[in-house]
Nanobody, 119 residues
């Protein structure tokens, strides 16, 4: 069983910054990539940022230039540095793990952490 522990969410004013972290616990798997998604009520969950174990990254259009994803492969941890936050960034942010168990691929979701951008 894999568990993703997210932290760092909270309330921040527009223009402020937050740093989210996600640590994957468990054994017997190799990480292919980790990502952050976000979701608000009534909307589909959308990609925020993704990073592969090799360091390749991609970002959702709405956060390009403002958010940065990074990872520590040795500790199975990914961070999301969020800057210049806007009210429309308010959402539940979910960590997402892409992993391999032997020859099988598995995907896992964290429970989510709330980010609220408001004055």
């Amino acid at each position: 069983q894999v568990h993703l522990l997210e932290s760092g969410g909270g309330l921040v004013q527009p223009g402020g910054s937050l740093r989210l972290s996600c640590m994957a616990s468990g054994s017997g798997f190799n990480i292919v990539a980790m990502a952050w998604y976000r979701q608000v009520p009534g909307k589909q969950r959308e990609l925020v940022a993704r990073i592969t174990s090799g360091g390749s990254t991609n970002y959702g259009d709405s956060v390009k230039g403002r958010f940065t994803i990074s990872r520590d492969n040795a500790n199975n941890t990914v961070w999301l540095q969020m800057s210049s936050l806007k009210p429309e960034d308010t959402a539940v942010y979910y960590c997402y793990l892409e992993a391999d168990y032997r020859v099988h691929g598995f995907n896992f979701w964290g429970q989510g952490t709330q980010v609220t951008v408001s004055s």
